[in-house]
């Protein structure tokens, strides 16, 4: 009975982490940002995800984007997994709009992201990325 209680706590700690870190970057759309800009880079496309406001143009555009970097050769993959998120500049529209404008030290392109906060979380609206608004 003992070990019951002693495997329930551990798991009871291990959620309560997990909620806790997900609070911690969801509050700084800064933070968000780069957990997205990261994942996708590396190829962890189930992370970057998360980050998706999920609306059907958004997940359309990630979707798109998935297939593209899928294509890719190894060579390429490889270079975006190594590569350093670099931010140019963050612009925060109003309390609840942020624009980050970066690139990244393989490819060295500017690219930006818009994340909104919607309950709470920061996340990514790709439709900003693809067509500026």
Same mark, same amino acid.
């Given at each position: 009975?003992?070990?019951?209680?002693?495997?329930?706590?551990?798991?009871?700690?291990?959620?309560?982490?997990?909620?806790? &870190?997900?609070?911690?970057?969801?509050?700084?759309?800064? /933070?968000? %940002?780069?957990?997205?800009?990261?994942?996708?880079?590396? %190829?962890? @496309? /189930?992370?970057?995800?998360? @980050?998706?406001?999920?609306?059907?143009?958004?997940?359309? @555009?990630?979707?798109?984007?998935?297939?593209?970097? /899928?294509?890719?050769? /190894?060579?390429?993959?490889?270079?975006?997994?190594?590569?350093?998120?670099?931010?140019?500049?963050?612009?925060?529209?109003?309390?609840?709009?942020?624009?980050?404008? @970066?690139?990244?030290?393989?490819?060295?392109?500017?690219?930006?992201?818009?994340?909104? &906060?919607?309950?709470?979380?920061?996340?990514?609206?790709?439709?900003?990325?693809?067509?500026?608004?």
């Amino acid at each position: 009975m003992l070990k019951f209680w002693a495997a329930s706590l551990v798991i009871l700690m291990f959620f309560f982490a997990c909620e806790q &870190k997900l609070r911690e970057r969801s509050n700084d759309p800064l /933070e968000s %940002g780069r957990q997205f800009i990261d994942a996708s880079l590396k %190829g962890n @496309y /189930e992370e970057a995800k998360k @980050y998706i406001l999920p609306d059907s143009v958004n997940l359309e @555009y990630f979707n798109g984007l998935v297939k593209f970097n /899928e294509r890719l050769n /190894e060579h390429e993959k490889e270079g975006y997994k190594n590569a350093n998120i670099i931010i140019n500049s963050a612009e925060n529209i109003s309390d609840s709009v942020t624009i980050i404008n @970066y690139s990244n030290t393989f490819k060295n392109e500017p690219a930006k992201i818009k994340l909104v &906060k919607i309950n709470h979380e920061w996340m990514v609206d790709f439709k900003y990325t693809f067509s500026n608004t």
